[in-house]
């Protein structure tokens, strides 16, 4: 985006401001759709809820993932095949999973065998049948990575405890075990562990084949392909992480229907950008500190995860500095946390913006919003014409 329309977009909406653009969200979901052609594609709602970001991505002809009955009410209005919705959660409530059935959701996860026999009893109340996938926990995936869902969690069912409940599990009539679901962490770098994940799921399905009753409609693996977020990752080769998988599906004997792929981040992450100007510099024992009006209550994840990419975008008419130094930017809640990052850059100025880059996933839905009573920035949608 050029000098002119970021000026254009600050004079005429302030800052701070959302823009999203939907030409790079259409991009990143043609690459997924032509690489990943004979899968099922789904978009996690949790990414990025905004109503306008999930209709274009329903009308490129991708699934929906929802974890609440908020979520599946946004994929409804943004028009998701509802059929095909998948509700998945390791917390589902009674109330939420009647409003799925209600609205015509026929495809669960199940993360215990609670959840297994909640949503048989509801479903054999409103006199249907739905499909459940089982999400698996896993030991030998288990990795250091800030959010790995393997071993020592919350999520999933470990095949030991499915095996022991096999009796029970086969005596529930509304409901259909239909297949398996891993996921072993967020934004993995490593494409090898896609092939290790792939391999075990696949190894660990046919196991409970031999246990439970399971007609294999669909193995969902998954895997959230990640964006790079700083200067020194490189952006994913999601070929490669497809011919890793079709390597293994490749060299299983199981038999099975459809092989699923769950995606966020990728899709949205790099379509977006937040603009936020610099209200204050300061030096503060020896270091230079530039305050801007973003808020962390608007912009929570790269406090609790990874700081991003940024750039300097000078508004006013010194030009940039040749000599670079470290500047801590930070945002002006009352928390010692509210701080983007340290990073090099030429001397800022007041008034000058902070862009702040791959920042489409998780900005809102992972953000406090309701610390210090601010209402949240506009969000501008950049739509395909």
Same mark, same amino acid.
């Given at each position: 985006?050029?000098?002119?329309?970021?000026?254009?977009?600050?004079?005429?909406?302030?800052?701070?401001?959302?823009?999203?653009?939907?030409?790079?969200?259409?991009?990143?979901?043609?690459?997924?759709?032509?690489?990943?052609?004979?899968?099922?594609?789904?978009?996690?709602?949790?990414?990025?809820?905004?109503?306008?970001?999930?209709?274009?991505?329903?009308?490129?002809?991708?699934?929906?993932?929802?974890?609440?009955?908020?979520?599946?009410?946004?994929?409804?209005?943004? !028009?998701?095949?509802?059929?095909?919705?998948?509700?998945?959660?390791?917390?589902?409530?009674?109330?939420?999973?009647?409003?799925?059935?209600?609205?015509?959701?026929?495809?669960?996860?199940?993360?215990?065998?609670?959840?297994?026999?909640? @949503?048989?009893?509801?479903?054999?109340?409103?006199?249907?049948?739905?499909?459940?996938?089982?999400?698996?926990?896993?030991?030998?995936?288990?990795?250091?990575?800030?959010?790995?869902?393997?071993?020592?969690?919350?999520?999933?069912?470990?095949?030991?405890?499915?095996?022991?409940?096999?009796?029970?599990?086969?005596?529930?009539?509304?409901?259909?075990?239909?297949?398996?679901?891993?996921?072993?962490?967020?934004?993995?770098?490593?494409?090898?562990?896609?092939?290790?994940?792939?391999?075990?799921?696949?190894?660990?399905?046919?196991?409970?084949?031999?246990?439970?009753?399971?007609?294999?409609?669909? @193995?969902?693996?998954?895997? !959230?392909?990640?964006?790079?977020?700083?200067?020194?990752?490189?952006?994913?080769?999601?070929?490669?992480?497809?011919?890793?998988?079709?390597?293994?599906?490749?060299?299983?004997?199981?038999?099975?229907?459809?092989?699923?792929?769950?995606?966020?981040?990728?899709?949205?992450?790099?379509?977006?950008?937040?603009?936020?100007?610099?209200?204050?510099?300061?030096?503060?024992?020896?270091?230079?500190?530039?305050?801007?009006?973003?808020?962390?209550?608007?912009?929570?994840?790269?406090?609790?995860?990874?700081?991003?990419?940024?750039?300097?975008?000078?508004?006013?008419?010194?030009?940039?500095?040749?000599?670079?130094?470290?500047?801590?930017?930070?945002?002006?809640?009352?928390?010692?946390?509210?701080?983007?990052?340290?990073?090099?850059?030429?001397?800022?100025?007041?008034?000058? @913006?902070?862009?702040?880059?791959?920042?489409?996933?998780?900005?809102?839905?992972?953000?406090?919003?309701?610390?210090?009573?601010?209402?949240?920035?506009?969000?501008?949608?950049?739509?395909?014409?």
């Amino acid at each position: 985006m050029d000098l002119k329309k970021l000026r254009s977009i600050i004079n005429d909406y302030k800052s701070p401001v959302y823009v999203y653009d939907g030409w790079k969200i259409r991009e990143n979901a043609i690459k997924l759709k032509k690489t990943f052609s004979k899968f099922k594609i789904y978009y996690s709602i949790k990414a990025n809820p905004n109503i306008e970001v999930c209709r274009l991505i329903s009308k490129l002809n991708f699934e929906a993932e929802v974890v609440t009955k908020g979520e599946l009410e946004i994929a409804i209005k943004a !028009w998701f095949r509802v059929r095909n919705i998948l509700f998945a959660w390791p917390c589902k409530i009674q109330s939420h999973i009647k409003f799925a059935i209600v609205s015509w959701i026929r495809l669960f996860t199940a993360e215990s065998i609670n959840q297994m026999r909640l @949503i048989n009893s509801i479903a054999k109340i409103y006199k249907c049948k739905v499909k459940v996938i089982i999400r698996i926990n896993e030991i030998n995936l288990y990795s250091n990575a800030w959010e790995s869902m393997m071993w020592n969690s919350q999520f999933g069912m470990d095949t030991d405890s499915i095996i022991k409940s096999k009796d029970e599990i086969n005596n529930l009539t509304n409901i259909t075990i239909i297949g398996t679901q891993f996921y072993a962490s967020s934004q993995i770098l490593d494409t090898k562990k896609l092939s290790k994940s792939v391999k075990y799921q696949l190894s660990i399905t046919k196991k409970l084949q031999k246990h439970i009753s399971m007609e294999i409609g669909l @193995i969902d693996i998954w895997w !959230w392909f990640w964006i790079p977020y700083k200067e020194n990752e490189k952006e994913l080769n999601i070929k490669w992480c497809a011919m890793l998988v079709n390597k293994e599906l490749k060299n299983t004997k199981l038999i099975f229907d459809e092989i699923a792929i769950e995606s966020g981040r990728y899709l949205v992450g790099n379509a977006w950008i937040f603009l936020t100007k610099i209200i204050d510099i300061k030096e503060n024992f020896w270091r230079t500190y530039a305050i801007c009006d973003g808020w962390m209550v608007w912009f929570t994840r790269p406090i609790l995860v990874e700081s991003h990419k940024i750039r300097l975008i000078k508004f006013n008419k010194r030009k940039l500095w040749s000599n670079k130094e470290n500047v801590v930017v930070c945002w002006p809640s009352c928390s010692s946390m509210d701080i983007l990052g340290e990073f090099d850059m030429s001397y800022p100025d007041i008034g000058d @913006i902070i862009l702040i880059e791959n920042a489409g996933a998780y900005w809102r839905s992972m953000s406090i919003h309701y610390f210090h009573c601010m209402k949240p920035p506009i969000e501008i949608f950049l739509p395909i014409i």
